[in-house]
Nanobody
Framework: VQLVESGGGLVQAGGSLRLSCVAS????????MGWYRQAPGKQRELVAV???????NYADSVKGRFTISRDSAKNTVSLQMNSLKPEDTAVYYC?????????????WGQGTQVTVSS
């Protein structure tokens, strides 16, 4: 199973970016999918998660600015990030809780850098 992110980059404060992630491989079922981020010198933190039923949860710091969505048929998850702030600068990681047969596990992408300049 592979998770590949795309869409990171450099943007000015107040701008927008859209991250996308596609999961591929021998996937039987995909449950929750989400995004974490890790800034230099800080622990990895949850940004947003979406369940297979479409329920979402966001970190307080991004509520009202970020929107997570998924296409379950394509095993993709996206994160629309608006009104970006310099404190949003981090490496963003896609994650998926899925099964490849009879086992369920968490899988991670390699990360994509988001840099917001002031």
């Amino acid at each position: 199973v592979q998770l590949v992110e795309s869409g990171g980059g450099l943007v000015q404060a107040g701008g927008s970016l859209r991250l996308s992630c596609v999961a591929s491989g021998s996937i039987r079922s995909t449950y929750a999918m989400g995004w974490y981020r890790q800034a230099p010198g800080k622990q990895r933190e949850l940004v947003a998660v979406i369940t297979s039923g479409g329920s979402t949860n966001y970190a307080d710091s991004v509520k009202g600015r970020f929107t997570i969505s998924r296409d379950s048929a394509k095993n993709t998850v996206s994160l629309q990030m608006n009104s970006l702030k310099p404190e949003d600068t981090a490496v963003y990681y896609c994650t998926a809780h899925l099964s490849t047969g009879y086992l369920r596990d968490d899988y991670w992408g390699q990360g994509t850098q988001v840099t917001v300049s002031s």
